[in-house]
Nanobody, 120 residues
Framework: QVHVVESGGGLVQVGESLRLSCTVS????????MGWYRQAPGKQRELVAR???????DYADSVKGRFTISGDHAKNTIYLQMNGLKPEDTAVYYC??????????????WGQGTQVTVSS
């Protein structure tokens, strides 16, 4: 069984910073990509940032220059450093793990989410 656990959310003021962490544990064959999605009330879940096993990163335009994703392979952990937070960053942030395609089926996992609230 695979467990995806996020931590680090909270309530901050505009312009402040937070760092989210996500750790994968359990029996997982491989990790292709890990990333962060977020979902604000009444909106669709959207990609925030992702990082591949080779270290390639990708960001949503809305967070470029403010957020940084990084990973620690040895710990099966990724981080999301969020600086210059804005009220529109308020959302539940979900960690996403894409393992790969097995027997023709994509295998992925999601965490339970961590709330980030930015107050003005």
């Amino acid at each position: 069984q695979v467990h995806v656990v996020e931590s680090g959310g909270g309530l901050v003021q505009v312009g402040e910073s937070l760092r989210l962490s996500c750790t994968v544990s359990g029996t997982i064959f491989s990790i292709n990509t890990m990333g962060w999605y977020r979902q604000a009330p009444g909106k669709q879940r959207e990609l925030v940032a992702r990082i591949t096993g080779g270290g390639s990163v990708d960001y949503a335009d809305s967070v470029k220059g403010r957020f940084t994703i990084s990973g620690d392979h040895a710990k099966n952990t990724i981080y999301l450093q969020m600086n210059g937070l804005k009220p529109e960053d308020t959302a539940v942030y979900y960690c996403y793990v894409y393992s790969g395609i097995y027997a023709g089926t994509p295998v992925d996992y999601w965490g339970q989410g961590t709330q980030v609230t930015v107050s003005s």
